[in-house]
Antibody, heavy 113, light 107 residues
Framework: QVQLVQSGAEVKKPGSSVKVSCKAS????????ISWVRQAPGQGLEWMGR????????EYAQKFQGRVKISADKSTSTAYMELTSLRSEDTAVYYC??????WGQGTQVTVSS | EIVLTQSPGTLSLSPGDRATLSCRAS???????LAWYQQTPGQPPRLLIY???SRATGIPDRFSGSGSGTDFTLTISRLEPEDFALYYC????????FGQGTRVEIK
């Protein structure tokens, strides 16, 4: 089993950026495809994108194209999700996951002036 | 983009009842890449079923998944008190997506 540990909660101003980390352990990192999923308050799950770490190729949901960047650092077995031009609607819990089996604990991102 | 539609939105049942949750896709989904999750408040999704019908590690055998193509089903044979929760389907092949969820509540 893979453990995914995410960085802590963030409070950001509208228009700024946030970068959430996801540190993996328990298996060979280069075997992973790490996805990012978010959940706004009282809402469902929304897939944002994923990275195939062995080739360092990311793909994104059309909704987030141009505003999200997913990356990975193999030397530290850590994946990152950066979301720019934040607005209040981006307030959500952000999860990393090795879909479908393993999920991080979630990171609360609050966007508020 | 594959749109997943879950029905019903809410299922009101009693402990011991059988629950049948549906997930319909707008186009064919590879069975290898269809999962079901359970979510309770404040927790990440918990994997129940992957590959449409394979139970995840530690999942009781009262949970079962079936289906292919565009129609998939999660069945809970006899509801336990801890099964009253939110359930999501996900296709995780090309351009992954989630259904909007089904809430199983106590009648």
């Amino acid at each position: 089993q893979v453990q995914l540990v995410q960085s802590g909660a963030e409070v950001k101003k509208p228009g700024s950026s946030v970068k959430v980390s996801c540190k993996a352990s328990g298996d060979t990192f280069t075997n992973y495809v790490i996805s990012w999923v978010r959940q706004a308050p009282g809402q469902g799950l929304e897939w944002m994108g994923r990275i195939t770490t062995i080739v360092d190729i990311a793909e994104y949901a059309q909704k987030f194209q141009g505003r999200v960047k997913i990356s990975a650092d193999k030397s530290t077995s850590t994946a990152y999700m950066e979301l720019t031009s934040l607005r209040s609607e981006d307030t959500a819990v952000y999860y990393c996951a090795r879909v479908p089996h393993d999920w991080g604990q979630g990171t609360q991102v609050t966007v508020s002036s | 983009e594959i749109v997943l539609t879950q029905s019903p939105g809410t299922l009101s049942l009693s402990p011991g009842d059988r629950a049948t949750l549906s997930c319909r896709a707008s186009q064919s989904v590879s069975s290898s890449y269809l999962a079901w999750y359970q979510q309770t408040p404040g927790q990440p999704p918990r994997l129940l079923i992957y590959g449409a019908s394979s139970r995840a590690t530690g999942i009781p055998d009262r949970f079962s998944g079936s289906g292919s193509g565009t129609d998939f089903t999660l069945t809970i044979s006899r509801l336990e008190p801890e099964d009253f929760a939110l359930y999501y389907c996900q296709q995780y092949g090309s351009s992954p997506s989630f259904g909007q969820g089904t809430r199983v509540e106590i009648k």
